[in-house]
């Protein structure tokens, strides 16, 4: 057997045999999430005057019996296709969980949620085999890899359907129909000029076809001609206009009639700073002489300006694993209990 | 030992990453925070505002930069509520709407019940636009906005009552994972605009150098990463926190203990490279 195989298959078995032991052998187990049923009655409302304003496209919706908009309805006259009893589920820490069960075992409001208890098992299994690049590219890591691109493109698709297409088109040129359909709180009246956008839109997925690609370029030089514009201008006001009125500071800052020595420190590193960085980018000169020691100056500031920079990406990057391993300890382990949530185990064991 | 550090496996030096952030997180240890200046300008910024007062707060982020911002924004709204301010919440990332509600749930709705939605808070949801968002509701919120999050009309929304643009706003508050971002909102809403509008911003670590720049004319404070956040959420709970501060407001400063330890092992291991490259170096492997 190969060395990293029988590293792998000892960490498996070790894992497996580790998980099995803490989750069926000890009594609080692990990973276990509980939710509170709630149960909710619905009533489905339809007001003339929405009607009509709808278009007399018909416009109903359903919302909570307790609702302001329901406050009027007489729930014993609605007909059965008008109310739903419908059962909702909060997730709720175990503390609550346990509070419940102590208090009456066999009540049913607060119980365990095996379809949420999968999706912690879930994740932590999927961030393990994301981390387990780390020894060396494996199956585990494409399976996951490859299932994180699937959901998040699958994600994108509908997000862009409902967050963008809807509201933003369909809702301005057809607000009645988006209205009764999907966004019932819609108020507005239809907009013909964006059938440009839908026009162009259509001219932009003609890309795909086989003849005629080269109608999608003339959306594509629109798109690219505003956000060049739109951008060139607010990055002349903010990053170049601002910065130079930014970079204009007395030397020596007077605080109370006295020399303020750390703030004029600070106003003279500013300006030795950006003069000896702006030589070092001034090619028209050799970096000879005084050119060159003012340039090398500069060199030092962009290094440590990398440094401070490379100094927040580390501690971005810990702060992320931090949190996975937090997941994996916390919620999936439960090996620490930072959040106090399964403090009441012991309390009631 | 030359040889052994020089052939060694990076493995190992993953290995030791993990054990350094692992253990901190194993046995919760925590040190405490001395606010730096840009955190207390955050603090002063909000602190300077009046009970009623609106503030935007835009969380552009997502799940994959919720350990370093989350806390930070979990913060912002404890601030705002305690403050009493009305709270305008809205998102240019499509998974910000979850993070808003996340934050409703977990501290308006835990911890200030009294608060009623549509009159002391409002969630707008997420937005599609990228900078052009900012630079519509800039001068026409309406234009953009016609429902909330939950598909409410705004005109039934009673805070939403006369508040046309977010120039209303009396401070802006950002958290940001990058693009759309604090940037897009310093060039499109605040410089522009910058005899109405202020904002502070709470950012990864990767964009922070970025945004020091703006500081302090266009941005008076910044929150860069879980630092910035720790700070920050201490100031906060010295100010509101009382005796026994939830432990959902203390999740920057425990994350810091890993911080210390794998920033510790950092500075050892580029010291080692630095001694083994001068070793090489008076060997003459390299020049």
């Excluded at chain 1, 894992?15 to 009655?41: E, K, Q, S």
Aim: net charge negative.
């Amino acid at each position: 057997m190969k060395r990293e195989t029988l590293i792998w298959s000892v960490l498996l078995v070790l894992g497996f045999l580790g998980l099995t032991g803490r989750a069926l052998l000890t009594d609080r187990g692990m990973a276990n999430v509980y939710v509170r049923a709630v149960d909710r009655t619905l009533v489905q409302v339809e007001t003339e005057a929405e009607a009509a304003e709808a278009g007399g496209v018909l416009s109903k919706r359903w919302v909570d019996a307790e609702a302001p908009e329901a406050a009027d309805l007489d729930l014993a006259s609605l007909g059965a296709d008008q109310v739903r009893k419908v059962t909702t589920y909060e997730q709720v820490l175990p503390n609550d969980y346990y509070r419940a069960v102590s208090e009456d075992p066999d009540q049913a409001q607060i119980r365990w949620s095996a379809s949420r208890t999968v999706g912690v098992w879930v994740a932590a299994i999927f961030t393990l085999a994301i981390f387990s690049f780390l020894y060396k590219d494996n199956v585990f890591y494409k399976i996951a890899e490859s299932i994180l691109v699937g959901v998040s493109a699958g994600y994108w698709m509908v997000v862009g359907f409902w967050d963008i297409i809807v509201p933003n088109l369909m809702g301005k040129l057809w607000p009645a129909l988006v209205k009764g359909w999907a966004m019932p709180g819609l108020e507005a009246q239809p907009e013909p000029l964006y059938w440009v956008p839908l026009i162009l839109g259509v001219m932009l997925v003609w890309r795909l076809s086989p003849k005629g690609s080269w109608i999608s370029r003339w959306p594509l030089a629109f798109i690219i001609g505003t956000t060049a514009g739109l951008r060139l201008i607010s990055f002349l006001h903010a990053n170049f206009l601002a910065q130079i009125s930014n970079s204009i500071v007395p030397l020596i800052v007077m605080e109370g009639g006295q020399v303020d020595i750390a703030e004029s420190v600070r106003s003279l590193v500013l300006i030795v700073g950006i003069l000896s960085c702006l030589v070092y980018f001034f090619f028209s000169f050799e970096h000879k002489g005084a050119v060159g020691k003012t340039a090398k100056l500069g060199i030092w500031f962009l290094m440590i300006t990398f440094g401070a920079g490379f100094g927040y990406t580390v501690m971005g990057r810990i702060a992320l694993l931090a949190i996975r391993l937090e997941f994996l300890f916390d919620d999936w382990l439960w090996l620490i209990d930072p959040s106090n949530a399964r403090i009441l185990f012991s309390a009631i064991s | 030992m030359y040889t052994f550090l020089k052939n060694l496996d990076r493995r190992w030096i993953f290995l030791l990453m993990f054990l350094a952030v692992a253990i901190p997180i194993l046995f919760e240890l925590q040190f405490p925070e001395h606010p730096t200046g840009l955190a207390q300008a955050v603090f002063d910024e909000i602190e300077a505002l009046q009970p009623g007062d609106p503030v935007l707060l835009a969380f552009d982020y997502d799940p994959a930069s919720e350990g370093e911002l989350g806390p930070m924004a979990t913060t912002f709204t404890y601030h705002c509520a305690k403050k009493g301010l009305k709270m305008y919440f809205m998102a240019l990332w499509p998974v910000g709407a979850q993070m808003i509600d996340d934050n409703i749930a977990k501290v308006i709705k835990a911890d200030f019940p009294e608060l009623e939605y549509g009159k002391d808070y409002v969630n707008l949801g997420y937005k599609s636009g990228y900078e052009g968002v900012i630079k519509v509701i800039v001068t026409n919120l309406r234009g953009l906005y016609t429902t909330d999050s939950y598909g409410t009309s705004i005109d039934s929304i009673p805070m939403m009552e006369g508040v046309t643009d977010i120039r209303q706003m009396k401070l802006l508050v950002n958290v940001s994972a990058g693009y759309p971002g604090t940037t897009e909102w310093v060039q499109y809403a605040i410089t522009p605009f910058s005899k109405d509008l202020r904002m502070v911003a709470g950012c990864t670590g990767i964009t922070a150098p970025l945004l020091y720049p703006y500081i302090p004319n266009q941005l008076p404070g910044l929150l860069g990463a879980i630092k910035g956040a720790a700070e920050y959420e201490q100031l906060v709970m010295d100010a509101y926190g009382g005796e026994k501060v939830d432990q959902k407001y203390m999740k920057a400063r425990q994350r810091m203990g890993p911080q210390l330890i794998a920033h510790l092992l950092i500075i050892g291991l580029i010291i080692v490279a630095n001694i083994l490259f001068f070793m090489e170096k008076r060997k003459g492997v390299v020049r």
